[in-house]
């Protein structure tokens, strides 16, 4: 019926907010793994596992490989990880693709920077979720997203498609997002929805 529900608004700080959902009856269906299965499920939303002086380091980070690409579409993609970077259609490896130049783009704090804040989100969602961070492990890669109003020009650019994770990567139990800029401050729309059958809860994003 059109029902929205703001479980954050960008204006909230936030340290702890979780909302427990009962858990689809889907996982029972899926392999488990003893002390990483989550037990309960539900979502959290929080202020509190880096400072805005990090999520500007970050961004910067972000900025600074993203522009040595960028998707022609909506959408772009950085993934330190892997190297993956989106370039007009396709994607490259930014380090077979720019070899030592690299170096100047990034630094080894920028890299360390990065690895802490990854590690303090896996202990949150492993505190949230009552089980052990090192029982925990990354499946698929980690990304930095920039989303622009440029229209879609391939299928990864169609980013607005109502999608279960745990579905769409099988190998998913815990997902997260962290925002390095402001609902409404630095762009309009981009908002995170969850869709339920009675409404919709949306989060607003807001930079940390």
Known sequence: D???EVLAHRSDHLRDKFIEIPC???YDSHKRFAGCTPRKCGRGVTDA???REEAERIRRIAERGLALGGSDGGASILDLHS???SLGKHFVNLYRYFGDKIQDIFTEEDFALYRDVRQRIQQRIAQVFGISPSAMYLTK???FSRMNSTGAKTTHDEYWHPHVDKVTYGSFDYTSLLYLSDYSRDFGGGRFVFMDADSNKTVE???G
């Open 205 to 207: 994003p807001r930079a």
């Open 24 to 26: 689809s009856e889907d």
């Open 141 to 143: 890669p980690t990304f």
């Open 49 to 51: 596992v880096i400072t």
């Open 2 to 4: 059109g029902v929205t």
């Open 83 to 85: 190297g993956a970077l």
